[in-house]
């Protein structure tokens, strides 16, 4: 079993930066791809970055590109997000999710994830 928790969600002026952090316990993860996925209130679900197992990013939401980084420390059993020029629109809770498929590339498809964080919440405020 593994569990997931993210952290460093708070509130942040229009243009500001943050750094979400999600630590993974209970099992080794370096040979699972790792996501992070956001909800603002009222909408769906939606990935904003994915990550392979091998390091590579293999999918932005276009609408962060050139703004976030996704990275992984597998010694360290930890995804990041660094977030900079953050909009309102950013707005939202931010969940980080495991692939449940060894070697796997990083899909942008919520059933390829087995594991979830319980969110952290990132405001933006104009």
């Known amino acids: 079993q593994v569990q997931l928790v993210e952290s460093g969600g708070g509130l942040v002026q229009v243009g500001g930066s943050l750094r979400l952090s999600c630590a993974a316990s209970?099992?080794?993860?370096?040979?699972?791809?790792m996501a992070w996925v956001r909800q603002a209130l009222g909408k769906e679900r939606e990935f904003v970055a994915t990550?392979?197992?091998?390091?590579?990013?293999?999918y932005w939401l276009d609408s962060v590109k050139g703004r976030f980084t996704i990275s992984r420390d597998d010694a360290a059993k930890t995804l990041y997000l660094q977030m900079n020029s953050l909009k309102s629109d950013d707005t939202a809770v931010y969940f980080c999710?495991?692939?449940?498929?060894?070697?796997?590339?990083?899909?942008?498809?919520?059933?390829?994830?087995?594991?979830w964080g319980r969110g952290t919440q990132v405001t933006v405020s104009s």
């Open positions: 209970g099992r080794t993860v370096n040979m699972y791809a």
């Open positions: 999710a495991l692939n449940n498929r060894r070697f796997s590339s990083g899909t942008n498809q919520f059933d390829d994830y087995e594991f």
């Open positions: 990550m392979s197992w091998a390091g590579r990013t293999a």
